[in-house]
């Protein structure tokens, strides 16, 4: 049995917790960001001359794709990849990189 | 306070009534109600350890057996780079030591045969292995009774492919080593579709690049069966032409149906030509075990259709494949298998679970070629699932029309990155 407070702190966590269940967004961005891992490294750490992406800013992260996508940062092949993506999956890619370590 | 999805499922009926209403899976599985779930992935190669690995990441409840009857993995890619003499065997082979600690139980045994009703897999060994849901990732089978003479001149030593790479790598460098200045290297290229879509060439290359060190009035022959140069002809092209000029004799539309080992010839519709050392790569089908499976499904029984959201196949329930075995206009590159194992490790992990998977992944291929021991290129492309036309090639994509010194260095840290990410 769960009294008001303990209903009221479950429906916030509710509304929190559906976009992380909803499978499909969450997924969605874990399975892209896993895909990056292929050339930067397990977990985003790289283990060669490719830049590791763990732990980098959210920031940075979308401005380099964004830069990427104009051709104003120069690059090798990033700038054939980042254009491939949607602004909401770059934001969403950069938020999870944050993550981690 | 912390809930886990399992725990807010417990306590929130109507929200979780809601959640799973639009979660109606296309497939027969359910959420096992008691128990692990178990998969079993066959094939410990670009897809299968990637996926393996994955499942375990994504779905730390589920149980995963990987079978594979190898020691180690050796990867293609890279594989033309040890021909060259540029890495050895060393480099391009890995453990499997690893894989154990993310929970996957790996078996070292032959598939030999698949119950797709019972879902029970039998090995060489004699186990009977249940699961829940089965993943194939093994590669091609390459088919060497399409050429005549081709198994003879093989058992000979005469002729070989080195399309997996392993013993016929090692022999093929032999033999290259071997070879007398002024000799001739007879390739071939099967007729798409292949496993490695760029891989000839790259080889071209790379021989060319051994030959001219070290025996430079030899010469290569290449045999395509093909109209024309089937990926990345820019790249190729400019790389023949500025560091192997008249090196590469270059033959379109001239696909072997025969080969001699004792006379040492290549015959084609249009020529009959002699080698030093034979290198003919017969076209090739889903590996073996996709039979066993009956999931060689298109209209030439070769190769596996899936449903791409999830790459299960799309006849036999709770069967995926994985890789060069199934039939789209992904490549067929090892690259590509990765993220084929991504996709189907995060759909396998939401069936189980009785959540609906992405219905609109998104993969993305990136493939470098060697043009010299000291130059590569590349090709980038993402694609984006439509449920109506299948993997949809975004913009902004594609392939390099020269080498450069950096793609060098980053096509030897890709290969050591996805090895990581695949097997560390």
């Given at each position: 049995m769960?009294n008001?407070?303990?209903t009221?702190?479950?429906?916030?966590?509710?509304?929190?917790a559906?976009?992380?269940?909803a499978?499909?967004?969450?997924m969605?961005?874990?399975?892209?960001?896993?895909?990056?891992?292929?050339?930067?490294?397990?977990?985003?750490?790289?283990?060669?001359a490719?830049?590791?992406?763990?732990?980098?800013?959210q920031?940075?992260?979308?401005?380099?794709?964004?830069?990427?996508?104009?051709?104003?940062?120069?690059g090798t092949?990033?700038?054939?990849?980042?254009?491939?993506y949607?602004?909401?999956?770059?934001?969403a890619?950069?938020a999870?990189?944050?993550?981690?370590k | 306070?912390?809930?886990?999805?399992?725990?807010?499922?417990?306590?929130?009926?109507?929200g979780?009534?809601?959640?799973?209403?639009?979660c109606?899976?296309q497939?027969?599985?359910?959420?096992?109600?008691?128990?692990?779930?178990?998969?079993?992935?066959?094939?410990?190669?670009?897809?299968?350890?990637?996926?393996?690995?994955?499942?375990?990441?994504?779905?730390p409840?589920?149980?995963?057996?990987?079978?594979?009857?190898?020691?180690?993995?050796?990867?293609c890619?890279?594989?033309?780079?040890?021909?060259?003499?540029i890495k050895?065997?060393n480099?391009?082979?890995?453990?499997?030591?690893?894989?154990?600690?993310?929970?996957?139980?790996?078996?070292?045994?032959?598939?030999?045969?698949?119950?797709?009703?019972?879902?029970?897999?039998?090995?060489?060994?004699?186990?009977?292995?249940?699961?829940?849901?089965?993943v194939?990732?093994?590669g091609?089978?390459?088919?060497?009774?399409?050429?005549?003479?081709?198994?003879?001149a093989?058992?000979?030593?005469?002729?070989?492919?080195?399309w997996?790479?392993?013993?016929?790598?090692?022999?093929?460098?032999?033999?290259?080593e071997?070879?007398p200045?002024?000799?001739?290297?007879?390739?071939?290229?099967?007729t798409?579709?292949?496993?490695?879509?760029?891989?000839?060439?790259?080889?071209?290359?790379?021989?060319?690049?051994?030959?001219?060190?070290?025996?430079?009035?030899?010469?290569i022959i290449?045999?395509?069966?093909?109209?024309?140069i089937?990926?990345?002809?820019?790249l190729f092209?400019?790389?023949w032409n500025?560091?192997?000029?008249?090196?590469i004799?270059?033959?379109?539309n001239?696909?072997?149906?025969?080969?001699?080992?004792?006379a040492?010839?290549?015959?084609?519709?249009?020529?009959?030509?002699?080698?030093?050392?034979?290198?003919?790569?017969?076209?090739?089908?889903?590996?073996?075990?996709?039979?066993?499976?009956?999931?060689?499904?298109?209209?030439?029984?070769?190769?596996?259709?899936?449903?791409?959201?999830?790459?299960?196949?799309?006849?036999?329930?709770?069967?995926?494949?994985l890789?060069d075995?199934?039939?789209?206009?992904l490549?067929?590159?090892?690259?590509?298998?990765?993220?084929?194992?991504k996709?189907?490790?995060?759909?396998?992990?939401?069936?189980?679970?009785g959540r609906?998977?992405?219905?609109?992944?998104v993969?993305?291929?990136?493939?470098?070629?060697a043009?010299s021991?000291?130059?590569?290129?590349?090709?980038?492309?993402?694609?984006?699932?439509?449920?109506?036309?299948g993997?949809?090639?975004q913009?902004?994509?594609?392939?390099t029309?020269?080498?450069?010194?950096i793609?060098?260095?980053?096509?030897?840290?890709?290969?050591?990155n996805?090895?990581?990410?695949?097997?560390?």
């Amino acid at each position: 049995m769960y009294n008001k407070k303990t209903t009221l702190a479950l429906a916030g966590f509710v509304g929190l917790a559906l976009s992380g269940i909803a499978g499909a967004a969450d997924m969605h961005t874990q399975v892209i960001a896993a895909t990056c891992m292929s050339c930067h490294g397990p977990g985003g750490n790289s283990v060669g001359a490719a830049p590791g992406i763990a732990g980098i800013s959210q920031d940075r992260f979308v401005k380099a794709m964004q830069d990427y996508k104009t051709g104003k940062r120069p690059g090798t092949v990033m700038l054939k990849l980042a254009g491939g993506y949607t602004d909401a999956e770059i934001e969403a890619m950069g938020a999870y990189f944050a993550t981690l370590k | 306070m912390t809930l886990n999805r399992r725990d807010f499922l417990k306590v929130s009926g109507a929200g979780a009534a809601i959640t799973l209403t639009g979660c109606s899976s296309q497939s027969s599985s359910k959420p096992a109600a008691k128990g692990k779930p178990h998969v079993v992935v066959v094939g410990a190669g670009f897809g299968g350890a990637t996926c393996a690995k994955y499942i375990r990441h994504w779905g730390p409840n589920i149980d995963v057996t990987l079978i594979e009857p190898n020691d180690k993995f050796v990867s293609c890619p890279l594989s033309n780079w040890v021909l060259a003499g540029i890495k050895d065997m060393n480099f391009i082979t890995r453990g499997y030591d690893n894989l154990p600690k993310h929970g996957i139980k790996m078996v070292k045994d032959y598939v030999t045969g698949i119950d797709t009703d019972k879902r029970v897999v039998k090995t060489k060994g004699g186990a009977s292995i249940s699961y829940d849901r089965l993943v194939l990732a093994p590669g091609v089978e390459i088919l060497t009774n399409t050429v005549k003479g081709y198994d003879a001149a093989e058992a000979a030593g005469k002729v070989v492919h080195a399309w997996k790479a392993g013993p016929q790598t090692v022999q093929l460098r032999k033999q290259l080593e071997a070879m007398p200045d002024g000799g001739v290297f007879v390739m071939s290229v099967p007729t798409a579709p292949y496993r490695c879509p760029p891989g000839p060439y790259e080889r071209a290359c790379l021989v060319a690049q051994y030959f001219k060190l070290a025996k430079p009035k030899s010469k290569i022959i290449l045999l395509d069966g093909n109209a024309d140069i089937a990926s990345k002809k820019a790249l190729f092209t400019w790389a023949w032409n500025t560091f192997y000029p008249g090196m590469i004799d270059y033959r379109p539309n001239n696909a072997p149906f025969a080969v001699d080992g004792n006379a040492m010839t290549v015959s084609t519709e249009f020529d009959q030509v002699k080698g030093d050392v034979l290198n003919v790569v017969p076209k090739q089908r889903a590996g073996e075990v996709c039979e066993l499976a009956g999931v060689r499904n298109d209209s030439n029984k070769a190769w596996c259709t899936v449903n791409f959201a999830t790459f299960e196949s799309t006849t036999v329930p709770n069967v995926h494949i994985l890789g060069d075995s199934v039939l789209s206009n992904l490549p067929k590159s090892g690259h590509m298998a990765t993220n084929h194992a991504k996709v189907a490790a995060a759909a396998i992990v939401e069936l189980l679970a009785g959540r609906q998977p992405d219905p609109m992944p998104v993969v993305a291929n990136t493939c470098y070629s060697a043009t010299s021991d000291s130059t590569a290129g590349f090709v980038g492309d993402v694609f984006r699932l439509d449920p109506e036309k299948g993997y949809v090639k975004q913009a902004g994509g594609g392939a390099t029309s020269q080498g450069a010194e950096i793609n060098f260095t980053y096509a030897e840290s890709w290969a050591e990155n996805i090895w990581a990410d695949m097997l560390s």
